[in-house]
């Protein structure tokens, strides 16, 4: 049996692995590290200024972020994105993406719970550093 769809977001451990899933075309996703939750309805995320996926969400801004993590996380965000610091001040390599939620889909059922997301370790410090400080920015911009 499914549970009634939520009206909010669920929140989720930094760095849990979300995918992205862009409009404009044929079918496009991409996992990221740096979806953050900024509000009820609202997430931020960086996307690399070389990315498809970037470029798709400037022609259609209609997209779609699954996040399955850790505390019976299973969902997506269905919204439009609007690119809003481009590049970033700490990452001039990358642009933050507000995602506005206009629906949200919840994947759980009352038969199971999802006791854990796909999780990625970083092999490189210089990139663990940067996704840490990409993360902050985006959470600072959230209480903007």
């Known amino acids: 049996m499914s549970r009634p769809e939520p009206t ?4 989720w451990e930094p760095g849990t692995v979300a995918v992205l899933s862009t409009a404009g075309g044929a079918p496009h996703a991409i996992p990221l590290s740096t979806a953050v939750r900024a ?11 070389r990315r498809e996926s970037l470029a798709r969400l400037r022609a259609d801004p209609r997209c779609a972020l699954t996040v399955v993590g850790a505390g019976d996380v299973a969902v997506t965000a269905h919204g439009r ?3 809003v610091e481009d590049p970033m001040a700490v990452a001039d390599n990358v642009a933050a993406v ?4 206009e629906a949200i889909q919840d994947h759980g059922q009352d038969r199971f719970e999802i006791d854990g997301g ?20 985006l959470t600072a911009l959230a209480s903007e």
């Open 118 to 137: 796909v999780r990625w370790h970083w092999t490189d410090a210089e990139a663990e550093r940067r996704d840490a400080e990409i993360r902050t920015a």
């Open 39 to 49: 509000g009820a309805r609202t997430v931020l995320l960086a996307l690399a200024l």
């Open 8 to 11: 909010e977001l669920p929140h």
């Open 81 to 83: 994105a609007t690119v």
């Open 98 to 101: 507000r995602l506005d939620v």
